[in-house]
């Protein structure tokens, strides 16, 4: 400072409609060059002196050097971001936080609306990265005031998104970007920004006053003077208070008139027409916004988070913990389909995050304390009405109630869209920010008209759950019990053999209503409030636990395929009412749980797993009939596995690196009932592994594995294991040709002391002589089979197209197997076609086995044939007392019949396409 310059302290005090006074300190003054000014300004974020330093001469103020210098103060302003559950002085940086927003400027149809309301889970975020694609116009921040299709600029944009979807953070993010010098700098010299919740006072003020929290009236006087770009940032529209919505004539800067009043002349381009306008919203403020907004405007509406910005959300998030906490934290909610639906609200994906945040910090487990969905929405609750319902006109127990009976009547309906009048049917207005309107167009209608609806399905589920518990006792009773009444888990195509029809439509509501009866999450409701609490009365708690265990006492009644939805449900019930001691005592009254045909979802086994956790041990547990099982999922099911007594489980792929869950999950001691993998394949190290385990289980039911190769070793294993254990039908099957293995399919049973042995090949490149050998034997014969011998030499016969050096003793060895084995009775056998020489092996057999009363000849029925030279043989069979089959393919012509050469049998056309010949099957 020049030592001439004498220090003057003065202070003028400027009054705004803002709760925060700005206060401006003249540091020193010289004539009329003003060196340095100190702004101190109370802010949303606490005191906060900024010193500002400019240069101008006389009366004239450089509009530039003003414009850099309130830069400066709005991104020491909006750098940090406050988050609902910070402590006095705690912040976050806005970058840490902020995830690029699904932003769509297409209007969609209200079919369109219905199945984004209606969808959850992985469906939801499919629906809604579907809106991410040029047909829906995908925007961003960067291009809100970009050139449309006709080469316009729109001078207001409305920016609409239901309560939670980030409007606030998008307008501090577009603030503090602008200042930054990254978005805007060619299209705006100023952006000013005006909540409207701080406008609902009613002492006159004017525009002047209005903008100079950060810049003294003379600089604002100045910059609307002499600047025409300038936009202002309109925000939360929804929270201005007004009583009418009538034009006004208002259009002086420097007219004192109320906020409201100021604001209205902003939206309808009374005051500074040439300005800029971006406006946010809630949807359901939208009509009454979209009569005060000068057309025309561009219109475009937030969805949310996309599945990709979730992921990028958590990502940043806990960026300060490692990526291993950021990744294990989104896996455990993108496997729980409700947890995963509601993160498209970034609100509520923020409320997740943190409370896992809090969860590792503690050193406990991630997800304890968001484990039901119910949960979830009472967290997500309790953050709005805490942070933004300041000034309710009544009290919070009835607005839930308001909420509630629009929900209720949404259920009973079938609906999730009314009309907009609805809202004047419930006897208080309902919360706003849990609703949201969405307009449509009849072709009778010159104007569009706006549909009523909640945000999401599963927020009209809660909520009317939520209104049952509120209601006084007895008509809270009578409800549930009505509820409970329609929701049954029975056969709708034999009611009256069962007395129960499958109705799960309002399956959703009973479950919330178990969230609400735990009484962790009862204690958490608005619950956190001083203003209201939540108890849920014992009697509904006892209501409902009473069903829970009626319900499932009757399951056993119901017939298998209809019971799967309904028992998987139950578990749900009893997963979100969350008590360990009444969950275990409702588990141990099922004898065996049997979940039917039908597809489980992630949240379903993590649902089940907690079920299964809460019992010491598990009876039987069947889960034969259920699709969708991954690795993912068993390893979850895994602790709880291998404590059931009884196992029927179904995967639909099994690998290498799953086998050791598979083999933890079956114990020792067990019974495994049936187990089958649809995809994969086991090498032979894992599944002679997972063999060795079965050996050890007390029966094994059937049970089949997909493996890359059958070598010797392993199927003497599986025999084995077969004769030495209480074996129903134990197999493994090749799942793709491997010439390498001793055969493609190998399958032992065992049942009523009668063994039974499946062997059957097939090859890419070689069409196999002997396809196939089964017989049924008595059981304490097993142990006589040279098994290594009889596979390696089946091989062998196999792996040529034609006679080799060495056939006809691999035959006889063969053969010398078959005879070898007393009491043998049944055999079949498979060729590619029966030619002379196998019709001649066949009928050894049964000269040389006495005990043989059955045999059956199949040929390949696309390429092989029955050749009249084989018939001819085996018509000389002389047994009466044991029946021979040959089915396949025979040339009908007497004369030049079809013949098929070995060396060429690969360029031959198929069979069967030839019209002399017929499927037969020949019986001598």
Known sequence: MDQNVQPVQRREEHQSSSTNSPYISIAAQNGGQVSAVVLTQSTFHGDVNVTQNFSSTGSQISVSQISAEYKEFIVDRYKMV????????????LDKRYVDLLMIQKHREVKEREQELCSKGQRLQKILNSRNRDEYRRTSILQLFSPDDRGCVQKAVLLQANSG???????QKIMLDWASGSLYTDKFDFVFHLKCRELNVTEDTSLEELLSGSIT???????????????????????????????????????????????????????????????????????????????????????????????????????????????KAYECVKANQNLFTACFMPVICWIICIYIKERFQEGADLMSGLETTTSIYVHFVSTLLENHCQDLSHPVHDLLKSLGQLAERGMLEQKVLFDETVEADVSVPPLPMFLCKIPFRKRVHARPKFMVGFVHLSFQEFFTALYYVLLDEDESLRNIRKLLDVTNLGNGDDASAHGRNLNLQHSPVIQFLCGLCNEKVSAACIMETETYSLSVLPSIQTLMKKWILQVIAESGQIREGKVGKGIVFILHCLYELHEEDFVRKAMEAWEEIHLGITTLSTTDCWVLFYCLQCCKQISSLNLACCFGITADMLKMLQPALRRCEKLCLRMEELTDADANDLVLSLGEGNNLRYFRQHKGALSEQIVQSVLITLSKQKTVGVVGFLVKNISAETAVLLVNITQNTEVTDLNIKVNEACDASVCSYLSVSN?????????????AQIKPSLSKVHFTCPHTEISSIDWRGFLQTFHRINSSAGIYEGCEEDLVSLLGVLVSVSGLKEVELGFFSLTERWASWVLSIIQACPTIHKLKVDTDMWNGLILEEGVRLLES???????????????????????????????????MDLSCNQDVKLQF
């Open 751 to 763: 049942s009523a002391g009668e063994f039974r042995v499946r062997i059957s090949t097939y090859s």
């Open 82 to 93: 406050e988050e609902y559950n910070s402590i006095l002085d705690e912040y976050v940086l």
């Open 877 to 911: 069979q002389k047994r009466p007392d044991c029946t021979l089959t040959v089915s396949g393919m025979r040339c009908q012509k007497p004369t030049d019949q079809c013949t098929v050469d070995p060396e060429k049998r690969f360029c031959h056309p198929l069979m």
């Open 217 to 327: 009236p003379e600089q604002i006087t100045e910059v609307l003077r002499s600047s025409g770009r300038l936009l202002f940032l309109i925000d939360g529209f929804d929270e201005l208070k007004l009583q009418k919505t009538t034009c006004t004539l208002l259009t002086d800067p420097h007219k004192t008139a109320p906020p409201k009043d100021i604001l209205i002349a902003l939206l309808q381009g009374k005051m500074l027409p040439k300005s800029f306008l971006l406006v946010t919203t809630r949807s359901t403020a939208t009509p009454v916004l979209s009569k005060l907004l000068k057309p025309p405007y561009r219109f475009i509406e937030i969805l949310g988070f996309s599945e990709k910005g979730v992921e990028e959300y958590f990502q940043r998030f806990f960026k300060d913990e490692g990526v291993a906490l950021s990744r």
């Open 165 to 171: 979807n980030g409007k606030s953070f998008t307008a």
